[in-house]
């Protein structure tokens, strides 16, 4: 299994510390099981936390492809003042501590914007927090105009890695970054693109896999 780089000091500390539970119940004590077995599970549930599964699905200048896993909990329009500069298309999409966390680019293109802004750490399900919470802006300038990528941190999420930089040409569904533990992902695509949306409230999507949104024609 393909694992994000981010989680291996986490994996790794997570699994030695799970090793000496083990070997203390196994060696000294029974009751060490109380302390060795919570660890074995998280220790596996930082496996499945930071995998990096290859992902395959629709590509094309015409689609606007799913940047997350996780469960969709807003589609709207709305105002975007700091990089469309537009009245947009929002698709928020939630992610829970089981769902993988590496996030993909939504459209292939030019990377124009990545701005980092401190807030607070609210539930990232709630709407309020595309306005409050700690968060990144990654602008693409994409064939078909430009979309939006804003990473959130959530109530658990205290770190938000961003890959790529300003002038930098990425590919569509290519890694984007992460974010750990608990957070949402919004896509921004302007109303002036005619988009078309594909998913609904409640939705599961998959980063790389899912179609959001086609482009107008």
């Known amino acids: 299994m393909r694992m994000a780089p981010e989680g291996w ?3 790794a500390i997570g699994w030695g510390l799970a090793a000496v539970g083990v070997w203390a119940a196994l060696r000294t004590s029974p009751w060490w099981w109380l302390v060795g077995g919570p660890l074995l599970v998280i220790a596996v549930w930082l496996l499945v936390f930071f995998r990096d599964p290859l992902r395959t699905g629709p590509r094309g200048d015409g689609v606007v492809i799913a940047p997350a896993d996780g469960k969709v909990v807003s589609v709207v329009e709305a105002d975007e003042p700091m990089y469309l500069k537009a009245r947009a298309q929002r698709v928020s999409i939630f992610m829970s501590v089981f769902d993988v966390h ?5 459209v292939a293109g030019r990377v124009e914007l990545v701005r980092y802004n401190p807030g607070q750490f609210l539930h990232a399900a709630a709407d309020k927090a595309s306005l409050d919470n700690e968060q990144a802006s990654i602008g693409i300038r994409g064939p078909r105009g430009p979309v939006l990528v804003r990473q959130i941190a959530g109530l658990i999420a205290r770190r938000i890695v961003t890959d790529g930089k300003v002038g930098d040409s990425v590919g569509q569904a290519a890694r984007l970054g992460m974010i750990r533990f608990g957070s949402r992902v919004d896509v921004f ?4 693109s005619r988009p078309l949306v594909r998913v ?5 999507v998959a980063a790389g896999a899912t179609v959001l949104a086609e482009f107008g024609t």
């Open 9 to 11: 000091p986490f994996i």
């Open 189 to 192: 695509v302007p109303l002036t």
């Open 102 to 106: 590496v996030n993909r680019y939504p």
């Open 200 to 204: 609904k409230v409640g939705d599961r």
